[in-house]
């Protein structure tokens, strides 16, 4: 089984509670939205074919037992969860990072499922999937990605959403939108509301800036 493979690449990871952490990113082609903000609208066609196997070949060349698989949007090719499901039997920790608008269902769910559900700003709010509420695991995460105020007050009422409806142990990720909004300013909103979540930074776009991934 062949997937469409936009690039591999070794890197610090700089989202999700694994943020710090060395690990290969696998990008996968193409993306069934066009949020405003998307920082990786090189991956929508871009890509080569490659069989499951020589995926596995090149993530085994890094000394790494982390591994995203990422987009575009993963779900987006019919063979994802197959790759997922052999990197996990070879013992990889792998995390998926998709846009919250695919069942999540079809995931392994060894897999750290990462579910970056959509705010206004974004101009794909419509397109979340907000059943995959119910579809997290304990391991699972949940991401928004946050511009202004209109953004903070929507994830703050799916987030009481994935309260009700799913473990209490799910992280949820509030991330500013580069260059929109300031830490500060969310971190404010997030105390004045005693929310329990993580504020979450792009930390590679701190390290080699808002356009580089790796050295």
Known sequence: MALKVNEIFYSIQGESSFAGWPCVFVRLSGC??????CDTKYAYDAGDELEINDILERVSRYNCRLIEVT?????????????????????????????????????????????????????????????????????????????????????????????????????AHFSPCYGKITLKELSQWILEDSLNVRLHIQLHKFIWGPYEKSV
């Open 71 to 171: 987009g575009g949007e993963p779900l987006a090719q019919r063979g994802t969860p197959e790759l997922i499901r052999r990197l996990l039997d070879k013992g990889y920790n792998v995390l998926l990072e998709t846009n919250g608008s695919m069942d999540i269902s079809i995931v392994d769910k060894r897999c750290i499922r990462i579910v970056d559900l959509k705010c206004p700003s974004s101009g794909e709010k419509d397109s979340n999937d907000l059943k995959n509420l119910k579809r997290l695991g304990k391991k699972d995460e949940l991401k928004f990605v946050i511009a202004d105020r209109n953004d903070y007050e929507y994830a703050k009422e799916v987030l009481d959403l994935s309260l009700a409806d799913s473990p209490k142990s799910v992280i």
């Open 32 to 37: 069934n939205l066009r949020c405003s903000y």
